[in-house]
Structure formats: C-alpha cells, structure tokens
C-alpha cells in the first residue's frame, strides 16, 4: 500500500484545481523506511507517480519498491465543498509485481473542515489463495503549520490502531517530513515503533 505522504497529495488534486484549469502532475519520493497504515512494507524505498485533476475530478498512479517486486497503485475520485467542509470520495486499487502481496481494492471518503481531516476506506483484499477478507480503515488527522498528529485503525478482518506524528516543510521546492509511528500488538503482532524521514519532489507537466 502507498506512502502517508500519498494523502496530502490527494487533498491538494481534490480541492485545488477546476475545469479551466485542469492539471498533470508527477512526483518522485524517497522514505528511509515504508510504512503504510502503520504497517512497515519495506527499507529505503524509491516511489514515482502521475496525476491528473480537473474541476475536482482527479486519476493517478503511483508505485513503489517494495524489495519484491512494485506496488503499483491506481485510483480516481471526486472531491467537493459541502459548506465549509470539504469531501471526497474514490477508489483505489493496490497491486503488486511480485509476491510481496496480493491485491486491495477500496472505497475512499474523506471529509475536511479546518485543521482536521477524516478519512475512511472500505476494502476487499483478495488473500492469495485464501478467502477474500473485508476491512475497513479509519484515520483522524489534526495538522497545523506543518505539525501533525494522526490516529488511526483497522476492523472487521484486520484489526489494531496505530498513532503517528510528525512535521512537514518545503525547502528550495523539495517537500521533506520527519515522523514518529507507533503500531500496537493486534496490528503488527508485535508493538512496533518507527521514526522515519522522507522526501519528495512534484512537477508539473
């Protein structure tokens, strides 16, 4: 699965462009260590992706290097104002090269208002040769000039919570973010606890 840096990007594709100005985009990122969901996926990995928005609409893809093979993600949406709130809602697919994992596919919804952003996603993960199992993801987020603190869980098939905090900035064009994860027992098998530095560089195109 894609990178916690992923959702300030969709935010901004959500909320920031419109039918007369529609938008490609790409992106190349680095993290020293992969963590999704508050679920280590692999060291040291390499991501690049491409974007397109236009009057809230947005699709992309986006893959990483997860040491066996790519994770390879697509997905598309909408986001709205709904008063001073702002929503979304999507879908993403997660996919892989090798045998590192099997598939996900996921209904996103997303609400913002102020310096707090909730999200939502309910999924399939088909489970190799096993029985598909449900999920569904949760997340609250509280951010305000670059500092973050985010609470966030997993239910039905999966289950556990995760906490993370961190902070983010923008020097000479290059985003650079710096934060603490902390994963519990039932979502890891084991307590698990992370600091990881990541960056990243968007184009236009």
Known sequence: MNTPSRTGLLVTLLTATSVANADWSANLGFASEYYYRGIFQESTSASGGIDFATGGFYVGTWAADVGDGLEVDGYFGYGFDLGEVDLTVGFTGYYYTGDFDDTY??????????????????????????????????????????????????????????????????IAGVDLALSLIVSNEKLVGDRDEAIVFTLSKSFDL
């Open 105 to 170: 596919q996921e209904l996103n919804l997303g609400a913002e208002f102020g310096l707090l952003t909730l999200a939502v996603a309910i999924g399939e993960y088909e489970n190799f040769d096993g029985p598909t199992q449900n999920y569904t993801f949760y997340s609250l987020t509280l951010e305000k000039n670059g500092f973050y603190g985010k609470f966030g869980g997993l239910a039905q098939d999966f289950e556990g919570e995760y906490f993370e905090a961190g902070y983010g900035t923008t």
